[in-house]
């Protein structure tokens, strides 16, 4: 008996120093981490990095450099050919391992877009760069106190009904992370188990037995987050974080902070010009005031049609998607609010630009920013400054036309209409040949066959669209005081989940100064052409554009999102597959209808900003015809390329000129802002006087 007890004892000892020895190796033996890089295509932006660990102990975590791959992935997607990357893998003992990565760039496009980024990158370090943040103002990490718990697996797009089963925790407990707190049951009766993710006191949002979320419920659908449960209240506040554990942070870019104080500068210093003055620009638009005999080409209508159509395109469909999906309902409220002041920084830039420009004898037309930051600044012996700014801004007028104005228009066109008519995938050189045929018919016309074309297509396209979201608002109309109360609370008290209050705030005011073009001074551009005596009416005909394109179009945007559920949506989902399902989801053909609603969009931007870049081109390189006639053959062929290729940085690049633009230009609107507001006062004094001409043709009309 001894000695089997010994026998087992000797046994027992062995085998404890054999796995004793063995856990010491595996836990001794370094990381070793391999690559598998893959690009699946020769499209851009599609990169893959896969990780293989041997050695440490597991679980391992994975930090990627890519925020939005998460720290338990061991692969990260949609990485840019040809840039560098970097993954920190991590065991559980703490030992840790670092790898600096490529994807190889192997097609022209893919090559080209590495190329660019780092130039996409010094533009956008600048145009939005947080100086408050900088200066230490205000910490720019977002922090929660409370963490709301949603219905495991919820859609917003899903058809399914959630009600709570059974709670398994009393209310006010304390919790832990990775609780069971709460039975949950679908449609079909399944059970579906709810634990916490966090740590700290519940407290329910939702009663036993009781429906948590009804998709045939409109009050549920245009609630914001009313598929949450429960409510886990911090003992104190909790940074959030990207799925990558960077921190997560709240920007204010100096672009947004620069348009904004623009625009609520020029609506003080112009009296609140845009509520004083909308009925005189209504006035105007009807033609009222129009004089056959003044010098110009187009009538105060057809600057604002050509304005306007620049302006309203993809922008408020894809755009205004992007931002409630990012920001909620309540970024709805800060864009119109945005709207709304614009409409001041707007009067000023195309007034100015009306009465800088310069008439040959042959009637073609020099206006635009360029004059009057040349002109105006050098009445006040600043011309140096003035030849300085006029010719950056005719630089980046003439790279924001050939991209944000041409080249994104006619790729998102293609994409968008290739959707909805399958045969043309692959083809997109033959459609950006054919898109390239229709605009050159336009353009090759001079400003008074654009402002034809745009006086005829901006009513049609901006009917197509109203008409179709009046439909998704009648259709829920009497839960119209949801959708507003949606808005203001969103606005208000956003939930941290979207970025926290400033979040909501700097998405709405983004999306309403990217979208109005107010401060850009392109629209002065087109405005200089206008038949008129008197340049201040042509600052009054341009506060209708800020109105239609961000406080109507924009807004009755966010409306059908809000009404059809799909503020809800993360950001992941493209913005123009946001607002096609949003319609799709009420009247299941729109979205062919949308598709060419968003062609004639991207046509009537494309044919704008061919004037708008020309004028600026010839600024550069002469004024001659043939000057003129080499630029719109060079616009054309960007079209063609716009459609047929994917340039992704050669297009972010572009389209961030246009903001870029607003530097030299607001500059010289501060600079000039008394002359403004000077002949603005003269011009009422006439307006109430009775001295202004008034075309017979509607001397009779009762306004």
Same mark, same amino acid.
């Given at each position: 008996?001894?000695?089997?007890?010994?026998?087992?004892?000797?046994?027992?000892?062995?085998?404890?120093?054999?796995?004793?020895?063995?856990?010491?190796?595996?836990?001794?033996?370094?990381?070793?981490?391999?690559?598998?890089?893959?690009?699946?295509?020769?499209?851009?932006?599609?990169?893959?990095?896969?990780?293989?660990?041997?050695?440490?102990?597991?679980?391992?975590?994975?930090?990627?450099?890519?925020?939005?791959?998460?720290?338990?992935?061991?692969?990260?997607?949609?990485?840019?050919?040809?840039?560098?990357?970097?993954?920190?893998?991590?065991?559980?003992?703490?030992?840790?391992?670092?790898?600096?990565?490529?994807?190889?760039?192997?097609?022209?496009?893919?090559?080209?877009?590495?190329?660019?980024?780092?130039?996409?990158?010094?533009?956008?370090?600048?145009?939005?760069?947080?100086?408050?943040?900088?200066?230490?103002?205000?910490?720019?990490?977002?922090?929660?106190?409370?963490?709301?718990?949603?219905?495991?697996?919820?859609?917003?797009?899903?058809?399914?009904?959630?009600?709570?089963?059974?709670?398994?925790?009393?209310?006010?407990?304390?919790?832990?992370?990775?609780?069971?707190?709460?039975?949950?049951?679908?449609?079909?009766?399944?059970?579906?188990?709810?634990?916490?993710?966090?740590?700290?006191?519940?407290?329910?949002?939702?009663?036993?037995?009781?429906?948590?979320?009804?998709?045939?419920?409109?009050?549920?659908?245009?609630?914001?987050?009313?598929?949450?449960?429960?409510?886990?209240?911090?003992?104190?506040?909790?940074?959030?974080?990207?799925?990558?554990?960077?921190?997560?942070?709240?920007?204010?870019?100096?672009?947004?902070?620069?348009?904004?104080?623009?625009?609520?500068?020029?609506?003080?210093?112009?009296?609140?010009?845009?509520?004083?003055?909308?009925?005189?620009?209504?006035?105007?638009?009807?033609?009222?005031?129009?004089?056959?005999?003044?010098?110009?080409?187009?009538?105060?209508?057809?600057?604002?049609?050509?304005?306007?159509?620049?302006?309203?395109?993809?922008?408020?469909?894809?755009?205004?998607?992007?931002?409630?999906?990012?920001?909620?309902?309540?970024?709805?409220?800060?864009?119109?609010?945005?709207?709304?002041?614009?409409?001041?920084?707007?009067?000023?830039?195309?007034?100015?630009?009306?009465?800088?420009?310069?008439?040959?004898?042959?009637?073609?037309?020099?206006?635009?920013?360029?004059?009057?930051?040349?002109?105006?600044?050098?009445?006040?012996?600043?011309?140096?400054?003035?030849?300085?700014?006029?010719?950056?801004?005719?630089?980046?007028?003439?790279?924001?036309?050939?991209?944000?104005?041409?080249?994104?228009?006619?790729?998102?066109?293609?994409?968008?209409?290739?959707?909805?008519?399958?045969?043309?995938?692959?083809?997109?050189?033959?459609?950006?040949?054919?898109?390239?045929?229709?605009?050159?018919?336009?353009?090759?016309?001079?400003?008074?066959?654009?402002?034809?074309?745009?006086?005829?297509?901006?009513?049609?396209?901006?009917?197509?669209?109203?008409?179709?979201?009046?439909?998704?608002?009648?259709?829920?109309?009497?839960?119209?005081?949801?959708?507003? $109360?949606?808005? #203001?609370? !969103?606005?208000? +008290?956003?939930?941290? =989940?979207? &970025?926290?209050?400033?979040?909501?705030?700097? %998405?709405?005011?983004?999306?309403?100064?990217?979208?109005?073009?107010?401060?850009?001074?392109?629209?002065?551009?087109?405005?200089?052409?206008?038949?008129?005596?008197?340049?201040?009416?042509?600052?009054?005909?341009?506060?209708?554009?800020?109105?239609?394109?961000?406080?109507?179009?924009?807004?009755?945007?966010?409306?059908?999102?809000?009404?059809?559920?799909?503020?809800?949506?993360?950001?992941?989902?493209?913005?123009?597959?946001?607002?096609?399902?949003?319609?799709?989801?009420?009247?299941?053909?729109?979205?062919?209808?949308?598709?060419?609603?968003?062609?004639?969009?991207?046509?009537?931007?494309?044919? $704008?900003?061919? #004037?708008? !870049?020309?004028? +600026?081109?010839?600024? =550069?390189? &002469?004024?001659?015809?043939?000057?003129?006639? %080499?630029?719109?053959?060079?616009?054309?062929?960007?079209?063609?390329?716009?459609?047929?290729?994917?340039?992704?940085?050669?297009?972010?690049?572009?389209?961030?000129?246009?903001?870029?633009?607003?530097?030299?230009?607001?500059?010289?609107?501060?600079?000039?802002?008394?002359?403004?507001?000077?002949?603005?006062?003269?011009?009422?004094?006439?307006?109430?006087?009775?001295?202004?001409?008034?075309?017979?043709?509607?001397?009779?009309?009762?306004?």
């Amino acid at each position: 008996m001894m000695k089997n007890s010994w026998l087992l004892t000797s046994l027992f000892l062995i085998i404890t120093l054999i796995t004793s020895a063995q856990s010491n190796v595996n836990e001794s033996s370094d990381l070793e981490v391999s690559l598998e890089l893959i690009n699946p295509s020769k499209e851009i932006n599609d990169g893959v990095a896969r990780i293989d660990v041997k050695g440490g102990v597991a679980p391992y975590q994975y930090k990627w450099s890519k925020q939005s791959s998460a720290l338990d992935s061991y692969e990260s997607k949609g990485l840019t050919e040809g840039l560098t990357y970097s993954v920190q893998v991590t065991d559980s003992k703490g030992r840790t391992s670092v790898k600096d990565f490529k994807i190889p760039a192997e097609a022209i496009t893919e090559i080209v877009n590495s190329k660019v980024q780092p130039a996409v990158d010094f533009l956008g370090g600048i145009l939005f760069w947080d100086p408050f943040a900088a200066t230490g103002i205000y910490d720019p990490v977002v922090y929660t106190n409370e963490k709301e718990i949603p219905v495991p697996g919820w859609n917003a797009t899903a058809n399914t009904t959630y009600v709570l089963k059974s709670w398994l925790v009393e209310e006010g407990a304390k919790v832990s992370e990775g609780d069971k707190i709460a039975i949950v049951t679908g449609n079909s009766g399944e059970e579906i188990d709810v634990f916490s993710d966090v740590a700290g006191t519940i407290n329910f949002l939702a009663k036993e037995g009781a429906e948590i979320f009804d998709p045939n419920d409109k009050d549920d659908v245009i609630e914001q987050n009313a598929h949450m449960l429960a409510k886990i209240t911090f003992n104190d506040p909790q940074p959030l974080h990207h799925p990558n554990g960077d921190l997560r942070t709240n920007s204010i870019p100096f672009i947004v902070i620069w348009l904004i104080l623009g625009s609520i500068f020029f609506t003080f210093r112009l009296g609140f010009v845009n509520i004083t003055g909308f009925r005189h620009s209504i006035q105007l638009a009807r033609g009222k005031f129009d004089d056959p005999d003044a010098p110009g080409r187009i009538t105060h209508f057809q600057a604002m049609a050509t304005a306007v159509s620049a302006t309203v395109g993809l922008g408020n469909i894809a755009g205004v998607a992007v931002a409630i999906s990012l920001g909620g309902a309540g970024a709805t409220f800060w864009m119109f609010c945005a709207g709304f002041f614009a409409m001041s920084l707007k009067f000023t830039e195309c007034t100015l630009g009306v009465k800088y420009r310069d008439i040959h004898e042959d009637g073609r037309i020099f206006g635009g920013p360029m004059n009057y930051l040349r002109d105006g600044l050098e009445k006040r012996n600043m011309k140096g400054l003035g030849k300085f700014l006029a010719v950056l801004f005719a630089v980046l007028g003439v790279g924001a036309s050939f991209g944000g104005g041409n080249m994104i228009q006619s790729n998102q066109a293609y994409k968008i209409v290739s959707e909805q008519l399958p045969f043309l995938e692959g083809y997109g050189f033959l459609f950006g040949v054919g898109f390239a045929v229709l605009v050159g018919a336009v353009i090759l016309g001079g400003i008074n066959s654009i402002a034809r074309v745009t006086g005829k297509v901006v009513p049609v396209m901006a009917i197509i669209y109203i008409l179709g979201c009046a439909v998704v608002i009648g259709t829920n109309i009497e839960n119209i005081g949801a959708a507003f $109360s949606a808005i #203001y609370n !969103g606005a208000f +008290s956003a939930s941290a =989940l979207k &970025g926290g209050f400033i979040g909501v705030l700097i %998405i709405g005011l983004q999306r309403a100064a990217f979208s109005s073009e107010a401060g850009v001074g392109s629209a002065a551009i087109a405005h200089s052409a206008t038949k008129t005596n008197n340049p201040i009416a042509d600052g009054f005909t341009s506060l209708v554009e800020p109105f239609i394109d961000t406080m109507v179009v924009c807004t009755m945007t966010a409306l059908v999102l809000i009404f059809t559920g799909m503020h809800e949506v993360g950001g992941g989902m493209k913005g123009v597959e946001l607002t096609s399902d949003a319609f799709g989801s009420v009247i299941s053909w729109f979205p062919t209808v949308l598709a060419v609603a968003v062609f004639l969009f991207a046509f009537s931007t494309m044919v $704008s900003w061919s #004037y708008y !870049g020309m004028r +600026s081109w010839t600024y =550069l390189f &002469g004024q001659s015809k043939r000057s003129e006639v %080499i630029y719109k053959v060079l616009f054309l062929v960007f079209v063609v390329l716009g459609a047929s290729a994917s340039l992704g940085a050669v297009l972010s690049f572009s389209d961030m000129m246009i903001l870029a633009m607003s530097f030299p230009n607001i500059i010289g609107l501060y600079i000039m802002s008394s002359e403004v507001r000077k002949d603005m006062e003269i011009y009422l004094r006439k307006l109430k006087n009775g001295e202004l001409y008034i075309n017979p043709k509607y001397e009779k009309t009762s306004d």
